[in-house]
């Protein structure tokens, strides 16, 4: 079955250094997501990303993030200058349309010290 | 007010009993519903969806949506301790893709 993978699995920084986070969307997928989940709280809302730009952003989402579509496979979310409470688990989804279920990948463990 | 709203457990049931979880939202207009399954440590895994008022059966998995009320619930029958995790409800709000997550229901199935 296709799935939604993500790279790296975990991911530790320095606070202030920038971090890209890497994901390869399920193939006949055109929608694609991002979601954070600090540990213990409930999964957020990052971005969503459709037709090669920014369809929705959330509050979260400012300045210091960006995603970008490189090439026809992978979906990146980029952290500039990174903070502390940056750290969480980020998730990436996909879907085939829009209000259709979303896939998530595994996440990627960001760590910040 | 909380968009999607859920009991946040735990909720403990024997082996092979009926776990109910219940789901609310705020957002009339809602149009796609999810559940997804999160173990310890893991990403969300789609186990149910539903579009449409009424009841959908997925083996031992139920999903039952009434948009009146606004209350979307899942039921899973002869539950097994491998069904023991966290259950998030999940809603498209109106005019939106994104999903909004409740907090979860933390299920743990007593053998």
């Known amino acids: 079955e296709p799935e939604v993978t993500q790279t790296p699995s975990h991911q530790v920084t320095q606070m202030g250094q920038e971090v890209i986070l890497r994901c390869v969307p399920i193939?006949?997928?055109?929608?694609f997501y991002w979601y954070r989940q600090i540990l213990g709280q409930k999964v957020e809302f990052l971005v969503s990303f459709y037709n090669n730009e920014i369809s929705e952003k959330s509050e979260i989402f400012d300045d210091q993030f960006s995603v970008e579509r490189p090439d026809g496979s992978n979906f990146t979310l980029k952290i500039r200058s990174t903070k502390l409470e940056d750290s969480a688990m980020y998730f990436c989804a996909s879907s085939p349309g829009g209000g259709q279920p979303q896939h998530f990948g595994d996440g990627t463990r960001l760590s910040i010290l | 007010q909380k968009e999607v709203e859920q009991n946040s457990g735990p909720l403990s049931v024997p082996e092979g009993a009926i776990a109910s979880l219940n789901c609310t939202y705020s957002?009339?207009?809602?149009?796609?519903f999810f559940w997804y399954r999160q173990y310890s440590g893991k990403s969300p895994e789609l186990i149910m969806f539903?579009?449409?008022?009424g009841d959908k059966e997925d083996g031992r998995f139920t999903a039952q949506l009434n948009k009146a009320s606004q209350y979307v619930s899942l039921l899973i029958r002869d539950s097994q301790p491998s069904d023991s995790a966290t259950y998030l409800c999940a809603v498209n709000p109106s005019n939106d893709y994104k999903l909004s997550f409740g907090a979860g229901t933390t299920v743990t199935v007593r053998a």
């Open positions: 193939s006949n997928h055109l929608y």
């Open positions: 957002d009339r207009g809602s149009q796609s």
């Open positions: 539903i579009y449409s008022n």
